[in-house]
């Protein structure tokens, strides 16, 4: 693993440290490694954690602005956030769903809760528009003041578990709990303009909301709330005066679950300058940490980080053979150095040597330790939080030759230039988008149809043919000129000039390779969102939590919540509130306001 490809950074003391870490990098091979960029986890500049220290630092508001559910837990609910800058609105309405209705795929056409981000202020009217539509999802006419529009189920085992343990006087049963880690479960989260809402260029000027996917999860973070409400709020209907509210500590163990499948794996192919800007700074944020110097005080810390990823991998519960295999790697391999940690640093002056010795443990090991390394310096971390946005153009160069083409393909594209397309498994897959399903699936070449209607993600195949066609070319033509002779390349040469020339580029992975792993491009953007508890179903689809760990609104902080841990028993006393804040806020609860009092 080469950390340090250029400069000799401890020589020049004059640099600030974020100068400092954006010349320091890993190579482009060792970072955008497909295996590796499959391990990763939940950082500080991961985007629930940026989000959450906003939220503490701007002092953001969040009241029930409107509690209208029946008995059951049907109708709707309204959170009003207030910012800084603007106010928002989480609307939520909640479905009655037959348990042979709940179906998480995208072509599902009902669900138990539907809701949307709202900009703005809410009156009855908007209010009315938003029920006859948000429950709808991609089938309603959504007004362009939703910011993001979104749709989740119950898991049905915890839900009924934690309503009935409450209203009952009981918490739940925190092996239950253990077993799934959220309340509710996200099958899709839109934003961005998509079906006609709110798009993310005006957004773009927003001191709230200026982040890719900052709206989205902020909304999953306030679906959370609700869902800690709601099983409160249910348990108090069906228990009275015998019910107690669910206990902070397990609140805060809850997160909201995600499944994602093979629709997410086309967003890291097509958007590229993002993927490149999201790993380039987190890595950037990674080397502001690895060039400190280890002390006692740092290393008391990341020892206790150690071991709370140690038994967080103990505790979670996965089917998923392989991933159970990963797990207790990583558990051996970090007792094995937290039992050791001691003896080890004394070899070692900076974070950068003592990450290096330790390159030849599971990626899925190395990966927590930079999670870890990464909380120890907050001022220095946090610096490149903001640093996610990227330009996607791509461009040609106007007076380059196939001689400086060349010289990139050949300096960093290796990965693709060396594969013989010829070999039949290294075109095994085509990728396509299924009509019944919506949703990206996975062909195999010459034995299934659809091949003629193959999505254009084989990126190293492009690159391959590329290079096999520059060769042949003259050595000082303009790259200009050819691609006017062969437009064919156009598209490829345009990327591959413009991502070649970026500091980590694009991911080094053929997706038509017969033993191609499209979870590693799952795993890679969920963990830049933030997620955790990765368990994957198949190779192809995992679920995650989101916020899991995350501390409750009304008591937000800006310190860290890695790797969440079930709560400690017997749990601690807590005085239990007549009402819960859910049901206090429906009894406060007045008419909306029409358009002409807003």
Not at 87 to 107: G, Q, S
Not at 248 to 275: E, F, S
Not at 316 to 326: K, W
Not at 579 to 591: D, R, V
Request: glycine share 4%.
């Amino acid at each position: 693993m080469n950390l340090y490809p250029s400069d000799d950074y401890s020589i020049d003391h004059s640099i600030s440290s974020i100068e400092l870490a954006k010349r320091c990098s890993r190579a482009p091979s060792v970072v955008m490694n497909a295996e590796r960029l499959g391990a990763m986890h939940q950082t500080r500049i991961s985007f629930v954690r940026t989000l959450l220290r906003k939220i503490d630092k701007e002092k953001w508001t969040l009241k029930t602005y409107l509690w209208d559910l029946d008995d059951n837990g049907y109708g709707q609910v309204i959170y009003r956030l207030q910012t800084d800058e603007h106010v928002y609105h989480l609307v939520v309405f909640c479905n009655e769903l037959a348990d042979d209705e709940r179906n998480d795929r995208v072509i599902a056409q009902k669900w138990d809760v539907t809701f949307g981000l709202v900009y703005g202020e809410i009156g009855q009217e908007l209010l009315d528009k938003l029920k006859a539509n948000v429950p709808l999802q991609e089938a309603g006419r959504n007004s362009n003041m939703v910011m993001v529009l979104a749709r989740a189920n119950k898991s049905m085992r915890v839900f009924e578990h934690i309503v009935s343990s409450l209203a009952t006087g009981q918490q739940p049963d925190l092996e239950v709990l253990a077993q799934v880690g959220y309340i509710l479960r996200t099958t899709a989260v839109y934003g961005n303009g998509k079906f006609g809402i709110y798009d993310f260029e005006p957004l773009n000027h927003s001191e709230d909301f200026n982040q890719s996917f900052r709206a989205q999860m902020c909304a999953v973070y306030l679906l959370r709330e609700f869902s800690l409400d709601w099983v409160d709020y249910l348990a108090h209907k069906r228990g009275g005066d015998k019910a107690v509210t669910l206990h902070p500590d397990i609140k805060r163990y809850l997160g909201i679950g995600n499944a994602t499948g093979l629709g997410m794996a086309p967003y890291l192919i097509n958007h590229p300058c993002i993927v490149d800007q999201w790993l380039t700074t987190r890595e950037q944020a990674l080397q502001a940490t690895l060039v400190n110097e280890i002390n006692s005080k740092k290393l008391a810390y990341f020892s206790s980080l150690l071991s709370r990823a140690i038994e967080h991998f103990s505790q979670i519960v996965t089917i998923n053979e392989p991933q159970v295999l990963r797990n207790e790697t990583v558990v051996k391999e970090l007792t094995l150095l937290q039992n050791n940690l001691l003896t080890m640093v004394k070899d070692h002056q900076t974070w950068a040597d003592f990450l290096q010795a330790h390159k030849d443990l599971s990626y899925e090991s190395q990966e927590v330790i930079i999670s870890c390394l990464m909380e120890l310096y907050p001022e220095e971390v946090d610096a490149f939080e903001e640093d996610i946005n990227a330009d996607e153009s791509l461009s040609l160069p106007k007076a380059k030759t196939i001689n400086d083409l060349l010289a990139l393909l050949e300096s960093r594209y290796q990965w693709a230039i060396n594969i013989d397309f010829d070999e039949p498994d290294n075109s095994y897959w085509f990728w396509y988008r299924s009509i019944d399903k919506e949703e990206p699936r996975m062909g195999v070449r010459g034995q299934e149809p659809g091949a003629d209607r193959e999505l254009s993600l084989d990126i190293a195949r492009q690159v391959n043919r590329l290079y096999q066609a520059v060769k042949q070319a003259p050595a000082e033509q303009l790259i200009t000129e050819f691609v006017l002779k062969q437009p064919k390349y156009r598209a490829i040469t345009r990327r591959v000039w413009t991502l070649g020339n970026k500091s980590m580029g694009d991911i080094q992975m053929n997706v038509l390779q017969k033993d191609t792993l499209p979870i590693h491009l799952l795993r890679c953007k969920l963990s830049m969102f933030g997620a955790t508890k990765f368990d994957p179903r198949s190779d192809r689809w995992v679920r995650v939590t989101l916020f899991q760990g995350a501390p409750l609104f009304d008591e937000v902080h800006s310190d860290e919540w890695l790797f969440p841990l079930l709560p400690t028993l017997p749990l601690t006393p807590v005085p239990t509130p007549t009402l819960t804040p859910a049901l206090a806020a429906a009894e406060a609860n007045g008419s909306l306001p029409t358009t002409e009092e807003l």
